[in-house]
């Protein structure tokens, strides 16, 4: 089985063994099966039902490359092989065409074939319903670089990470502020108030009120079943006799009594301050918007 294998050399051969110069060429070639039917508009046509046309191989530098192929002619394709991590023009595997601009020379690149449904570019995100890694996008888990693979790696590690990819997983995305890096994590799903949480706020007043009656009632000594206001035992207060003014039956002295006269139903005036408890349990709040659970992707290349 023969394989085509046309790249610049070979195909000046083949023009020059077949008489074709490209400043003269005016009738339509064919290479492959149905050789005498030829597309007229087609200055070379190839045509195979099993075979296919294998482009130049070459390594770009960059974007900018005009080393690798010397002054590279405007809209010159190649095949890149090469993977560059500069972080500025740099290339992937890909077809690749030269756009020379004649007003501006300093803008001629290489320019990228791409598929039209994929023009990601590395590092860019993106929420999807997959579960799994997909042409070129990877799960935000947290797994270790070392275990994607070398293209992936090598874009991961121009993106700034060098042990694992940023985990995603339960958490919202936000725009990064002056003082942040990219790839920092922070926030809670839950949090709990404490005191610090709250206003720092002094309540003050007063207490005021009566306490309940306990109705008419009368007071015993807590010692002895009497009251003494002098003496040394009770009916002696060292001289026989009682003292003060009160008669011998009233308090102390040689007289006593076991109950003081009740008063009558009355109320006791009360002040002072109190701890009143709030009756909560510290229950955490949930501290999350209404969501939609989805994954978090990372483009890094095919």
Same mark, same amino acid.
């Given at each position: ?7 610049a050399?070979?195909?000046? +051969? ?8 490209a400043?003269?060429?005016?009738t ?13 508009s087609?200055?070379?046509? $190839? ?13 770009l530098t ?7 192929i ?8 190649v ?9 500025t ?12 601009d004649?007003?501006t020379?300093?803008?001629?690149k290489?320019?990228?074939? =791409? #598929? +039209? ?5 590395s &590092?860019d ?7 799994a ?6 799960l935000?888990?947290?797994?270790a ?9 090598a ?5 700034g990470?060098?042990n694992?990819?940023? #985990?995603a997983? #339960? ?7 002056? +003082?942040?890096? $990219?790839?920092?994590?922070g &926030? $809670?799903?839950s ?14 007043? =007063? ?7 306990? &109705? ?6 807590s010692? &002895?079943?009497?009251? $003494? ?8 207060n060292?001289?026989?006799?009682y003292?003060?003014? +009160?008669?011998?039956q ?16 009355h109320?006791?005036?009360v ?9 909560g ?5 949930d ?16």
């Amino acid at each position: 089985m023969k394989y085509i294998y046309i790249q610049a050399s070979i195909l000046f +051969s083949l023009f020059s063994i077949t008489g074709i110069v490209a400043s003269a060429q005016t009738t339509a070639q064919k290479i492959g099966t149905n050789s005498t039917i030829k597309e007229a508009s087609a200055l070379l046509e $190839l045509e195979a039902s099993n075979k296919g046309f294998l482009m130049t191989r070459v390594a770009l530098t960059s974007l900018t490359d005009v080393t690798t192929i010397n002054s590279p002619a405007n809209a010159l394709m190649v095949y890149n092989t090469a993977t560059t991590t500069s972080g500025t023009n740099d290339v992937t595997p890909g077809y690749y065409y030269y756009n020379k601009d004649l007003n501006t020379p300093a803008n001629s690149k290489w320019v990228k074939l =791409t #598929d +039209s449904q994929n023009t990601s570019a590395s &590092g860019d995100l993106k929420n999807s319903f997959k579960t799994a890694d997909h042409a070129g996008w990877f799960l935000l888990d947290g797994r270790a670089i070392s275990t994607l693979p070398a293209a992936a790696q090598a874009a991961a590690n121009a993106l700034g990470f060098s042990n694992n990819l940023p #985990d995603a997983r #339960d958490r919202f995305l936000k725009t990064k502020s002056s +003082s942040e890096n $990219l790839g920092d994590k922070g &926030g $809670l799903n839950s949090l709990t108030l404490v005191l610090a949480n709250l206003p720092n706020v002094t309540f003050s007043g =007063t207490i005021s009120g009566t306490a309940a009656s306990a &109705g008419a009632h009368s007071h015993t000594p807590s010692q &002895g079943n009497g009251f $003494l206001v002098g003496g040394t035992t009770v009916g002696n207060n060292g001289s026989g006799n009682y003292t003060g003014e +009160s008669t011998a039956q009233a308090w102390g002295g040689v007289g006593q009594v076991a109950n003081t006269n009740s008063t009558g139903a009355h109320t006791h005036s009360v002040s002072g301050s109190a701890s009143v408890p709030s009756g909560g349990s510290g229950t955490a709040l949930d501290n999350r918007s209404p969501y939609l659970v989805v994954n978090t992707f990372i483009f890094l290349a095919n």
